[in-house]
């Protein structure tokens, strides 16, 4: 087992644990269902990760890199999944060289790469995206301003998926007598809070219809990617300290203390579970915070490296018959200390979260008779997950190592 399948996200420790102690926080009738299913839903905490190793997009739902999306202090996200990708996206015409009428002083941001398609010329043209106004997108192309009906173009959006380039549907511009091309500048920066709101109404819509297996999994599922998010790493685009001269802090904080210290010394009992009354600012709140906390996870890591001796920094261990190099106790010690045990707030604060989500997803989903869910039968799916393990010996993550 190489070193970064012993570092993902909280560590598959981490994510089990957190799932655990979370169905603890649920208050009655709802407990009643999820604690005989305790071990299930803290063994499936860490499926998400295992996805990572077939589903290309799955990574993608890990994290959000804030720091591409403020200017100053301010996120200039509007939080709504279609709406960021058309705000934040680069868009062109394609036109032919034919359309070209020759008033190039009107075409001073043409693409410079010109393309041939079926053996005619193409020329791409910047336009610039203005915002959303009664009930219509806005466009800025040349000295002209052109609109779309935001239904229609959202409805599109979600007709080619997570497709990361495009043409738009033309009947939706019948003036513009060019093809509007869309290029995505978004996902690959992350959609952990687009995902969440997007898994907990799937939660949401499996209670309304019964599905306990779905229930299950997606409740599992829908706890890792919120523990995540209260990793800061998990909120910028230098989540491994690769800016930084810090290559490896993901690990250290969110895999290696844990590893260490919260079996003796993180509280995991937090109290009940809470109704959240508003799941799209709740988990945007969390991720917020979470990034708020960056600088001082880097700098302090800095800090305490550069006033201990080298040789007292990183130890090697044997870890399923292979020896990796991990940050030492008394390093990943003094690191906890002078974070004024972040770590473990963040642990106890994602236990919490957890736990409100489900028992919110249980309200919203209509209340469901909790002793008709313990009469269902539960899917079982070992075989999907004895090939997902066995996926971790024989192929790499896809995206990135640490997100």
């Known amino acids: 087992m190489s070193l970064s399948m012993v570092t993902m996200e909280w560590g598959f420790y981490g994510h089990k644990k957190i799932n655990y102690y979370a169905v603890l926080t649920i208050p009655p009738p709802l407990i009643g269902f999820f604690k005989p299913h305790i071990i299930l839903i803290s063994d499936r905490g860490v499926r998400p990760d295992m996805r990572r190793y077939v589903h290309p997009l799955e990574g993608y739902k890990h994290y959000i890199d804030l720091d591409i999306w403020h200017k100053g202090d301010s996120l200039i996200l509007h939080r709504k999944f279609e709406y960021d ?121 499996a209670y309304r219809s019964g599905d306990v297996s779905a229930i299950l999994q997606l ?25 930084t001269n810090q290559k490896g802090i993901h690990g250290f904080w969110e895999s290696r203390i844990p590893e260490l210290l919260a079996a003796e010394e993180f509280d995991p009992f937090v109290g009940p579970a809470q109704y959240i009354p508003s799941v799209d600012s709740f988990i945007w709140d969390i991720v917020l915070h979470s990034y708020s906390l960056v600088n001082q996870v880097l700098d302090v890591e800095s800090e305490v490296r550069s006033g ?60 469901v008779d909790v002793k008709w869910l313990n009469d269902q039968v539960i899917e079982q799916d070992e075989g999907i997950w004895q090939k997902l393990k066995s996926l971790l010996e024989s192929q790499s993550i896809l995206g990135r190592e640490h997100d």
């Open 85 to 205: 990708r058309i705000a934040t996206a680069t868009w062109t015409v394609i036109r032919s060289e034919k359309d070209d009428t020759g008033n190039r002083e009107n075409n001073s941001r043409r693409d410079n790469a010109a393309e041939s398609i079926g053996g005619v010329q193409t020329l791409k043209d910047t336009v610039d995206f203005v915002g959303c106004a009664d009930g219509r997108y806005w466009f800025r192309y040349q000295r002209d301003s052109f609109s779309i009906d935001s239904v229609g173009l959202e409805l599109d959006f979600r007709s080619h998926g997570y497709d990361l380039e495009f043409v738009v549907a033309e009947f939706l511009y019948p003036g513009l007598n060019h093809r509007l091309h869309y290029k995505d500048e978004l996902i690959e920066t992350g959609m952990l809070p687009y995902s969440f709101i997007h898994v907990y109404r799937q939660l949401v819509s």
């Open 219 to 243: 409740s599992a599922d829908i706890g890792h990617y919120v523990a995540d998010a209260h990793v800061p790493l998990h909120t910028t685009s230098n989540y491994d300290g690769q800016k």
């Open 308 to 367: 201990m001796p080298v040789s007292e920094l990183y130890c090697y261990e044997e870890r399923n018959y292979q020896t990796v190099r991990l940050p030492c106790a008394d390093f990943a010690r003094a690191y906890h200390e002078a974070l004024d045990n972040m770590v473990a707030k963040q642990w106890r604060s994602a236990i919490h979260h957890v736990g409100s989500v489900w028992y919110s997803a249980w309200i919203d989903g209509g209340r």
